[in-house]
C-alpha cells in the first residue's frame, strides 16, 4: 500500500467515483469526500440547465439557475435523506429556483417579463461551456440529432421543422396544415417524444 | 443516466398535461394557465421529466440550426475547382473593364473567323461529273442525210408515252413529226415512252400520222430556215397536191 503514489490513489478514486450511483456519490460527499459531488454535478449538469431552459427561455438566466440549483444542493446534502432518487430530489431543486427567480422578476415589473419573452427565442442555443469541445464529437452529435428528425413521420417532421426552424407559433401551423390546435399540439409532442427516445439511445450524450 | 422513477418513456404515464408541456415549453401558454401549470410542475414530476428532456432535444436541434457545417469536411480532402468554375471565379475578380475588353476581343476573333470561313466557300469548288454506274449502251442513230436535227424537235410529248389502248399502235410520241416526209429517225431500240398523252395530243398526232396533214405549230417553230429540209416551198407543195 505504501508503495502506491499518491497520484496513482487519485486515479483508484477517480475510477471509483465514476462507478457509484448517485446516492453513494451524496453519502461520499457527506462523509468523506466533498470532490464526489463533482461528479453528481458533471452527471446532471446538461439536463438540469436543460430544465431551467425550458422553464425560464432565457440563456443566462437559465445557467443561474442551473448554478444556483447546485449550490442549494451541495448546502442541503446532508438534508438528502435517499427516499427520492438524487435526480428527482435535484429537478425539484431547479423547478422551485426557477419558479423564485419568476416570482421575483414579476414582482420588479411586468414590461420586463413581456420583454424577455418575446426575446426568448433569439438567444436559445445551448451554452458554450456545455457545448463539446472536440468537433468530432460534436459533428457526431449533430449527425444524429439530423438523422432522428428526418426518420421522423411526416407529419411529425414538418410539425417540428415549423416550429423550430420557422419558428411558426401552434395557430399559424395550425393554418397551415388546416389542423386542430389540439392536433399541432398532440403531434409536436409525439415528435419531441420519439426524438427524446431516439437520441438517449445513442452512445453520445446528445440529450 | 436517466432516473428512472420518473421516465415517462417506460412508465408511459400521462397525466393529462401533455398538450400544456408543449405549449408551456414553447412559451405559448396565457398567463393564467402558466400560473396553474407552474403549480402543477411543483406536484407533477413526470410533468418536470419532460419538460428537462424535451429542452434538452431543443437545445441539440438548435444546435443542429446554429451550426454552419453540421458536417465538417475532412482537412485532407482538397477539393480543386473545375475549369468552368475557375472561368466564373475570373469573371467575378475581374474589373468591368477587362471583362468588356475580353468580350470586344472575343467578338473580334468571332468575326474573323467567321469571314474567313466564309471566304473559303466564295468560289465553290467546280462540279466534276462523277462517272456513274454503268448505264445501257444505245446503238448509235446515224442520222439522215435530211434527217431533222434533235435539237429542232419539239418537245410537245415526254419520252414516257404508252399507248391508251392495247390496240393503238406504239406511239413515237417523244418525237413530233415536222412534216410527213421528215420524219425523224428513231432509234428502234427506244423504249416507249412511260407517260401517258393526254387526249388533245393523241388525238392530233394520231391525225397527223393518218392524213399527212402537217401542223400549224409545226410551222410556227421552225427556226433555221437555211435547212433545205424545211422549206416552204416543200411543205406547200403538198398542199398543192391536195387541190
Redesign the interface.
Given at each position: 500500500m505504501f508503495l502506491i503514489s499518491f497520484s496513482e490513489k487519485l486515479r483508484l478514486e477517480r475510477l471509483m467515483v465514476t462507478d457509484l450511483t448517485?446516492e453513494q456519490l451524496v453519502k461520499l460527499a457527506v462523509d468523506q469526500d466533498p470532490e464526489a459531488f463533482g461528479e453528481i454535478v458533471n452527471?446532471w449538469e446538461?439536463?438540469?440547465f436543460?430544465?431551467c431552459?425550458?422553464?425560464l427561455?432565457r440563456e443566462d438566466e437559465a445557467k443561474d439557475a442551473a448554478q444556483d440549483t447546485f449550490i442549494a444542493a451541495y448546502k442541503n446534502l446532508a438534508k438528502f435523506r435517499g427516499e427520492?432518487?438524487?435526480?428527482?430530489w435535484l429537478?425539484?431543486i431547479a423547478?422551485?429556483q426557477c419558479?423564485t427567480r419568476?416570482r421575483r422578476e414579476k414582482t420588479r415589473s411586468e414590461s420586463f417579463i413581456d420583454e424577455s419573452?418575446s426575446a426568448?427565442e433569439k438567444i436559445?442555443?445551448?451554452p458554450k461551456h456545455l457545448?463539446p469541445s472536440n468537433?468530432s464529437e460534436?459533428?457526431e452529435?449533430?449527425?444524429a440529432?439530423?438523422a432522428a428528425?428526418n426518420s421522423l413521420p411526416p407529419e411529425l417532421k414538418e410539425i417540428?421543422l415549423l416550429?423550430?426552424?420557422e419558428e411558426m407559433?401552434?395557430q399559424e401551423i395550425s393554418d397551415a396544415m388546416d389542423v386542430p390546435l389540439?392536433t399541432v399540439?398532440?403531434r409536436?409532442?409525439t415528435a419531441?417524444?420519439q426524438?427524446?427516445?431516439k437520441?438517449?439511445s445513442t452512445p453520445l450524450e446528445?440529450? | 443516466m436517466v432516473d428512472e422513477m420518473f421516465d415517462t418513456r417506460k412508465s408511459g404515464h400521462k397525466c393529462g398535461h401533455e398538450n400544456e408541456v408543449v405549449a408551456y415549453l414553447y412559451g405559448e401558454l396565457a398567463e393564467a394557465d402558466r400560473t396553474r401549470f407552474e403549480a402543477h410542475l411543483e406536484e407533477c414530476v413526470y410533468c418536470v421529466d419532460e419538460i428537462a428532456a424535451f429542452s434538452a432535444v431543443r437545445l441539440s436541434i438548435h444546435d443542429w440550426k446554429n451550426s454552419e457545417s453540421p458536417v465538417t469536411p475532412p482537412a485532407a480532402v482538397e477539393v480543386r475547382p473545375g475549369f468552368l468554375e475557375s472561368v466564373f471565379a475570373w469573371i467575378r475578380l475581374t474589373p468591368s473593364f477587362a471583362k468588356g475588353a475580353a468580350g470586344f476581343a472575343a467578338l473580334v476573333l468571332v468575326l474573323v473567323f467567321g469571314w474567313l470561313i466564309s471566304g473559303t466557300f466564295v468560289d465553290p469548288p467546280q462540279v466534276t461529273e462523277v462517272p456513274g454506274p454503268a448505264a445501257p449502251k444505245a446503238e448509235p442513230v446515224e442520222p439522215r442525210e435530211n434527217a431533222v436535227p434533235e435539237a429542232e424537235l419539239t418537245e410537245a410529248v415526254p419520252p414516257d408515252v404508252s399507248p391508251e389502248s392495247p390496240g393503238d399502235p406504239p406511239i413515237d410520241a417523244h418525237r413530233v413529226r415536222k412534216s410527213p416526209d421528215r420524219r425523224p429517225e428513231v432509234a428502234k431500240d427506244k423504249t416507249p415512252p412511260k407517260r401517258k398523252q393526254t387526249s388533245p395530243e393523241l388525238r392530233e398526232n394520231q391525225l397527223a400520222e393518218k392524213d399527212d396533214i402537217p401542223r400549224l405549230s409545226e410551222f410556227e417553230e421552225i427556226d433555221d430556215f437555211a435547212d433545205e429540209s424545211l422549206r416552204l416551198t416543200d411543205l406547200f407543195a403538198d398542199f398543192s397536191d391536195d387541190r
Open positions: 448517485d452527471r446538461r439536463k438540469i436543460a430544465l431552459f425550458g422553464m427561455r427520492a432518487k438524487v435526480s428527482s429537478h425539484r423547478v422551485n419558479l419568476k419573452d426568448e436559445f442555443k445551448a457545448s468537433l460534436k459533428n452529435r449533430l449527425q440529432v439530423r428528425v417540428v416550429k423550430e426552424f407559433t401552434f389540439s399540439k398532440s409536436l409532442y419531441l417524444k426524438l427524446r427516445m437520441l438517449e446528445v440529450v | -
